[in-house]
């Protein structure tokens, strides 16, 4: 057989052999990929809808938010029950709770005040804007800190109560954005956001136009059809705080003696 035969079959042969090789190797490797998926998904579809629906995780979350509330606020009714069969709580001790109970939000507070409505922008510019890139997105939405604004604006107007979503807000209350939901006590909003408060309606006023932060809040929300609306009314009801507290302990704070001039 010729030299360069030889040469040209031994290539073709080397060829075929790193061919084999490849190929096996590709295979063990893409048997290894399928088993590590199977082994991390625990034997589930990596991509299931209930792993990558937001909403769907969103609405259980609050489902589940909503059943624990629902059972913390029987077992205070119990506990109510319980505490007025053994007699109450002694005299003194009732009459302190009493006087605590609205200033800790723990109980319902009527009277005059005002209601702010923010909402996002239309949906419709919503997806324009998603589109074209232009404006961000950020810019039609309202965010936590602009229901942060509103809550700050009516405490500093003298508010006696102020409720979020018809949820009264308290000093544990905390306000955070999750996508395009506000939760508040850990349960998940859409707009539009309601926020109420209980005060004189014109001091209460007067602190929403005087906020910087909420003018810089009206002007993006005429460029960008945001909603911004405040209404007075003659009576409104802030309910009493029903959720969880967090706090296991605190100390009243002790008046200290005024000084002679």
């Not at 200033?103 to 507070?109: I, R």
Request: charge should be positive; include cysteine.
């Amino acid at each position: 057989m010729p030299q360069g035969t030889r040469v040209r079959e031994s290539r073709w042969t080397t060829r075929r052999l790193w061919w084999r090789v490849g190929t096996f190797a590709a295979a063990l490797g893409g048997g290894l990929l399928f088993l590590t998926s199977y082994v991390t998904a625990g034997g589930n579809e990596i991509r299931a809808t209930s792993v990558t629906d937001l909403a769907s995780l969103v609405q259980r979350q609050r489902a589940e938010t909503d059943a624990t509330v629902a059972k913390a606020q029987a077992l205070t009714q119990d506990v109510r029950r319980l505490t007025k069969l053994q007699g109450g709580l002694p005299t003194g001790l009732q009459q302190d709770l009493d006087l605590l109970r609205p200033k800790a939000g723990l109980a319902e507070v009527t009277g005059p005040g005002v209601t702010v409505v923010l909402t996002d922008a239309p949906q419709s510019q919503v997806n324009e804007a998603m589109q074209n890139g232009t404006p961000p997105i950020d810019l039609l939405v309202v965010h936590q800190q602009d229901i942060q604004a509103v809550v700050n604006a009516l405490w500093s107007g003298g508010a006696q109560a102020i409720s979020v979503q018809n949820q009264r807000v308290i000093s544990t209350t905390g306000i955070k954005c999750v996508g395009n939901t506000v939760i508040l006590h850990g349960v998940p909003y859409s707009p539009p956001y309601r926020i109420s408060a209980v005060g004189d309606p014109i001091a209460l006023q007067n602190a929403l136009d005087q906020s910087d932060y909420l003018a810089a809040y009206r002007q993006t929300a005429d460029s960008y059809g945001l909603g911004y609306a405040v209404t007075s009314a003659t009576e409104l009801k802030i309910p009493a705080f029903e959720g969880i507290l967090k706090l296991r302990h605190a100390t009243a704070v002790e008046k200290k003696k005024s000084r002679s001039r």
